[in-house]
């Protein structure tokens, strides 16, 4: 297996779920946290304190935190059931196959 790429230079997390680290180019600003989907497309949050509710995105291949501390309730459908506790600035979290997330907190 080839080793992925990096989402930025100074990224050093791993994934925090899942088999291996995405291969992920960050299209957001840093200061915002990247919730991306298995059809290419992406969403970019504010990164200014706040919990992102009632998403109900489902096809989320993996999240970049950017510059911001980030959980995720995500699961393999709706409603969510997961908890992944917050995650540190330039973190990038797959579940290893695309998934449902319901909310995202940002920096709270």
Do not use: K
Request: some cysteine; glycine content about 10%.
């Amino acid at each position: 297996m080839a080793a992925p790429a990096a989402a930025h230079a100074s990224t050093t997390a791993a994934a925090t779920t899942g088999s291996a680290r995405p291969a992920v180019v960050f299209s957001c600003n840093s200061s915002n946290v990247e919730v991306h989907f298995s059809d290419g497309g992406y969403y970019c949050l504010s990164g200014s304190p706040a919990p992102w509710e009632n998403l109900g995105w489902c096809g989320v291949d993996w999240i970049d935190t950017g510059n911001n501390w980030a959980a995720v309730w995500w699961g393999l459908g709706l409603p969510t059931n997961e908890y992944q506790p917050g995650m540190p600035p330039w973190s990038v979290w797959a579940a290893g196959l695309p998934v449902c997330v319901n909310q995202i907190a940002i920096n709270t």
